[in-house]
Nanobody
């Protein structure tokens, strides 16, 4: 496992942008696939984006495709989620997650074994 700490959340107007960062500790970060999920009160945690260990493979939920971009900098042990064209329905707590397999992508919550504490994103209409 790795320790994950998210940052970059906040309040933004609809149509605006935010960039979330997730800093990881540990020497295994560069070999692990990473993902972003989000959750609103009373709902299950929802997949947002996934990235392979090298960054060569990315995958997005249909609801964010074309607006969000996931990337990583293995030299800095950090994964990012650039969010553009934000909508009120994007309001949620966003979580960074890591999985043992670094290959391809995964949308499955159960495949991720490391989680950050979450960062709140609020989009005002």
């Amino acid at each position: 496992q790795v320790q994950l700490v998210e940052s970059g959340g906040g309040l933004v107007q609809a149509g605006g942008s935010l960039r979330l960062s997730c800093a990881a500790s540990g020497r295994t970060f560069s070999s692990r696939g990473m993902g972003w999920f989000r959750q609103t009160p009373g709902k299950e945690r929802e997949f947002v984006a996934s990235i392979s260990y090298s960054g060569a493979v990315t995958y997005y939920a249909d609801s964010v495709k074309g607006r969000f971009t996931v990337s990583r900098d293995n030299a800095k042990n950090t994964v990012y989620l650039q969010m553009n064209g934000l909508k009120p329905e994007d309001t949620a707590v966003y979580y960074c997650a890591g999985r043992k397999s670094g290959l391809g992508y995964s949308t499955a919550f159960i495949e991720y074994d490391s989680w950050g504490q979450g960062t709140q994103v609020t989009v005002a209409s």
